[in-house]
């Protein structure tokens, strides 16, 4: 395993930058695919000469294939070793640090944590034998991590190196497909799990009428609720409520005023299905809970029964509509964006932080010139922001399946589902190493610039879906994710295909759907 | 490589014409050359060397170098490959031309050694 002291000298950019020019010269190699179909043996040629340019035409491609993919499986392996090696490095510091704010001697070559400090109470005593072992772990965890992605980056350079990694016989896109080392030996699952938190597989929205099974929300007129699961199997439900409902739920000291806004969203995010049904299956019966007192003043007490139950749950967003503030408070950021669409504004309670949202009929805020998007493709747009710094932007559309394979070196195959389009979300965040050019496009206007650095950079989930829409009647839904029995209009998508690429990385990671499922 | 006339292959060039044929070897002959330009011209090993350095004590650095000293083999192999394969088909189309050359010459040879009586009466 290698020391503290060496792991503190590792350069994880180093390795990033030679992943980027990697990525760079496995493009030009995917590139000359044209050159390998013009170069293919004309029909017109016949007899033995003909037929040994064929066999070595074939032969020569092979080996170019081969190559590609050995190019593109260095780079991801360099992408993943970077991330992993900044990750750990950023571990070994805090552990460090907590050694030090605790007077503790590390070994920087043997690791050993020491404690030179002496102790007359027996408490004390123990309380600094736990610090020296948790200090102990910490540092040994990050190191294995360190030790880890170096071992797998090296086994991708060896295999490389020993000619083993199969271009197959496709095209050099397809040979330029390839995941990183550090994931050998995963299952789909374990897959699913590291890239899918943030993808959505399946989900189910019912807009609720009169009677329906969650009917409590059809007193105050309109509710939406959203059904989602992700890839690493949590259930998140958005719950868009009219403002009476939301009154009765206190989260981080909200205090809605109806008129401030016309609805208010509460999100809760379940562990998995199971659990998620449970919370729909208990709410009617949690609603109906009515005793004599109530019964002057049902919609009040349904309301206050919902809002004690719903407290009680996994509370992760709890938004409230902002939107006559909306133009004051984020002047600068929607910069030209403003006058163009409409823009929506809130703060969300438990988050801390504002947010707006720009409709996908304001085409021209969120890049529709020159941004390759065409016809009905369009995005939209939400930029989150705490205090008066921009923490998050994430654009949803839906894009042809070719302008997704221009924009994002993908190479969706033609007859992706769906009327050949995909669904395609963009997110930058702190994280990203490019967040502040994204971040100084956005500011001075230039939304275009800011989704080009998105579709290089960003956080990508792509997904090829398909949608059912159900009638207006009352119906029983089964659709996959959950029954609901509703009386007015519902949409279930379930996700045939995704793909995702990490913010700041090169490689895309197919996830199954029916791992998760 | 042997050389086919497309006068003895026997497909009387299923109504392709000689010089097509010819015109179709040289351009794929092209479309290889361009590739074999693109790899020749790429050096993969510069991005490996640093990485020894930036690992300093891992055993990613050994095999960097390894790498690096593979690939630019194994690109550089590709490209003069890939460039004599090119040439072999242009020689092929040359050949194809000489070919066509001869026989037409033998042809009118033959043409004029059975022309007879009637053609020199005829000047």
Redesign the interface.
């Known amino acids: 395993m290698?020391?503290i002291a060496?792991v503190l000298?590792?350069?994880?950019t180093?390795?990033d930058?030679?992943a980027d020019?990697?990525y760079a010269?496995r493009k030009?190699?995917i590139d000359?695919q044209?050159?390998?179909?013009?170069?293919?043996?004309?029909g017109?040629?016949?007899?033995?000469?003909?037929t040994?340019?064929t066999k070595?035409?074939s032969a020569?491609v092979d080996?170019?294939r081969d190559?590609t993919a050995?190019?593109a499986r260095?780079a991801a392996s360099?992408d993943l070793?970077g991330a992993d090696?900044k990750a750990a490095r950023t571990d070994l510091e805090g552990a460090l640090d907590v050694a030090r704010q605790n007077g503790l001697e590390v070994d920087h070559t043997t690791g050993d944590v020491r404690d030179p400090k002496t102790y007359d109470d027996e408490f004390e005593r123990l309380a600094a034998t736990v610090t020296v072992m948790s200090v102990t772990t910490q540092l040994s965890d990050a190191l294995k991590k360190a030790t880890e992605a170096?071992?797998d980056?090296?086994r991708a350079?060896?295999d490389?190196?020993d000619?083993t990694i199969d271009g197959g016989d496709g095209t050099l896109s397809d040979a330029g497909d390839q995941l990183p080392a550090g994931l050998d030996g995963m299952t789909d699952q374990q897959i699913a799990a590291k890239y899918g938190q943030d993808v959505v597989i399946d989900s189910l929205r019912a807009w609720l009428g009169v009677e329906a099974e969650l009917a409590t929300w059809e007193l105050e007129g309109y509710a939406e609720a959203g059904y989602k699961v992700m890839g690493d199997g949590k259930v998140v439900m958005d719950l868009t409520l009219e403002a009476g409902l939301g009154r009765e739920i206190g989260v981080g000291g909200a205090e809605v005023d109806a008129s401030a806004g016309g609805t208010t969203n509460l999100q809760l995010t379940f562990k998995d299905q199971a659990e998620a049904d449970k919370f729909l299956d208990g709410l009617a019966g949690a609603a109906g809970d009515l005793g004599l007192l109530d019964m002057g003043n049902v919609p009040a007490a349904v309301a206050g029964n919902v809002a004690d139950y719903v407290m009680k749950q996994d509370i992760t967003s709890f938004k409230t509509g902002v939107y006559g503030k909306a133009s004051a408070e984020f002047e600068s950021a929607v910069a030209s964006g403003e006058a163009e669409g409409r823009v929506d504004g809130y703060y969300d309670w438990v988050n801390e932080e504002y947010g707006i949202k720009v409709s996908a009929s304001a085409d021209a805020a969120v890049g529709e010139k020159d941004s390759g998007l065409s016809g009905s493709a369009s995005l939209s747009g939400e930029i989150k922001f705490k205090g008066d710094q921009m923490s998050e932007a994430v654009f949803d559309g839906r894009i042809s399946a070719a302008v997704a394979n221009d924009k994002l070196d993908l190479g969706l195959p033609a007859s992706t589902s769906t009327g050949q389009a995909v669904d395609v979300q963009l997110k930058m965040n702190e994280d990203n190493p490019r967040f502040e050019d994204f971040k100084a496009a956005v500011g001075s206007g230039d939304i275009d610039g800011a989704i080009d650095i998105a579709y290089d950079d960003a956080e990508v989930t792509v997904r090829s879906t398909t949608t059912e829409s159900y009638g207006s009647e009352e119906i029983d839904i089964d659709a996959k994710v959950a029954e609901l029995e509703i009386e007015y209009g519902a949409e279930g998508e379930v996700a045939n295909q995704v793909w995702v690429r990490q913010g700041g990385q090169g490689y895309w990671v197919d996830i199954d759907p029916k791992a998760v499922r | 490589?042997?050389?086919?006339s497309?006068y003895t292959?026997g497909?009387a060039?299923?109504g392709?014409t000689f010089e097509?044929?010819v015109a179709?070897?040289d351009?794929?002959?092209?479309?290889?050359t361009?590739?074999a330009e693109?790899?020749g011209a790429?050096d993969?090993s510069?991005?490996?060397g640093?990485?020894g350095?930036?690992?300093?004590?891992?055993?990613?650095g050994?095999?960097?170098t390894?790498?690096a000293s593979?690939?630019s083999t194994?690109?550089s192999s590709?490209s003069t490959?890939?460039e004599a394969?090119?040439t072999?088909?242009r020689n092929?189309a040359a050949a194809y031309t000489r070919a066509d050359h001869e026989a037409s010459q033998r042809l009118q040879a033959e043409a004029f050694a059975n022309r007879g009586p009637a053609v020199q009466q005829d000047r």
Not at chain 2, 27 to 32: L, N, P, R, V
């Open positions: 290698v020391t060496q000298t590792w350069e994880s180093t390795l930058t030679s020019n990697l010269l030009q190699l000359l044209d050159e390998v179909d013009d170069s293919r043996v004309p017109t040629w016949y007899g033995e000469s003909a040994a340019a070595e035409h020569l080996r170019l190559v050995e190019v260095v360099l070793a090696i170096d071992a980056l090296a350079l060896g490389a190196s000619g | 490589m042997s050389v086919d497309p292959g497909h060039m299923a392709f097509a044929v179709d070897i351009s794929s002959a092209d479309g290889m361009s590739a693109t790899v790429a993969p510069k991005d490996l640093s990485i350095t930036a690992l300093a004590g891992g055993t990613s050994a095999a960097a390894a790498l593979t690939w194994r690109f590709w490959d890939a394969h090119a072999a088909r092929s």
